[in-house]
């Protein structure tokens, strides 16, 4: 049996054997674009590639930024799997560090400051959690005075893939 999706640019990709030259930008916004965070449990539509954007916003080194805009950049090919899920599945985990490794080495992103990255992205997320549920919210919320988004408002997937490609764009070297 094959592991292969096909992408919206007509490519079939891999997911057992990832290949660098079948990671497209294009794809990668697409697919980010579509995917809803919190796996579809907020009140309103939120995407994957608005989070990764309020990301590469949020890091304060701008060598940063590029990697922080593709850290969940595995998703746009895995889809998005929720984090208790994650923890459920090792396997799949693998799957997405396997393709994620790839879409760096694409990129030319070094893996070594993914733990400030990560800071960031967990910063983000309390604040979309805060955003995007209501005070019903079970989980602790832990408030960041001074810290707010690039874009807070919920952006339909047309809009949240080009704003996606545009800070693409605008802090990478690639086409």
Known sequence: MSAKILTHSGYWFDLEHPETSYISIDDIAHGLSNACRFAGQCFHFYSVAQHCVNVSYAVDD????????????????????????????PEFRKIEDRIQAEICRRFCIPVEEN????????????????????????????????????????MLTGEAKAIFKKRFRDISKHD
């Not at 800071?119 to 549920?133: A, C, H, K, N, P």
Request: aromatic content about 8%; charged content about 30%; overall charge negative.
């Open 62 to 89: 701008e060598r940063l930024a590029l990697a922080a805009l593709l850290h969940d950049a595995s998703e746009a090919y895995t889809g998005d799997m929720s984090s208790p899920l994650k923890s459920l599945c």
């Open 115 to 154: 733990y400030r990255i990560k800071q960031e992205d967990t910063r983000v997320l309390i604040r979309e959690r805060e955003m995007l549920f209501n005070h019903n919210w079970k989980m602790p919320s832990i408030t960041h005075f001074g810290f707010r988004m690039a874009l807070e408002e919920p």
